[in-house]
């Protein structure tokens, strides 16, 4: 069984949105802390998003600032990316994490993983 679901990736020009979604159906949802990682092929995965058990607290990388919202609904069991104003650099596969220490967003700390939705943003 699938812990980790992510949805919601595809390609979209510079200056467009795309929304992602996570699921968690083999966890506790409000167990977790939550966040969005990115990997590009031969790079490192690098959290860009990450939030705290209650949504109180989110983490955003710096390159994402102002333009990505991170937001989780515990009744739902739903964690949400929003990204707008998508550039050509923000193409990339991204990760729902479970686990994860929201206040560093580090992916050393995640204890479960999506298999991961493409987002690829064309010039």
């Known amino acids: 069984q699938l812990r980790v679901v992510e949805s919601g990736g595809g390609s979209v020009q510079a200056g467009g949105s795309l929304n992602l979604s996570c699921t968690t159906p083999?966890?506790?949802?409000?167990?977790?802390?939550m966040g969005w990682f990115r990997q590009v092929s031969g790079n490192e995965r690098e959290g860009i998003s990450c939030i705290s058990f209650s949504g109180r607290n989110t983490y955003y990388t710096d390159s994402v600032k102002g333009r990505f919202t991170v937001a989780r609904d515990n009744a739902k069991k739903t964690l949400f990316l929003q990204m707008h104003n998508l550039k050509p650099d923000d193409t990339a596969m991204y990760y729902c994490?479970?686990?994860?220490?929201?206040?560093?967003?580090?992916?050393?700390?995640?204890?479960?993983w999506g298999q991961g939705t493409q987002v690829t943003v064309s010039s």
């Open positions: 083999g966890l506790t949802f409000d167990d977790y802390e």
């Open positions: 994490g479970a686990g994860v220490i929201a206040a560093s967003c580090k992916t050393t700390g995640a204890r479960y």
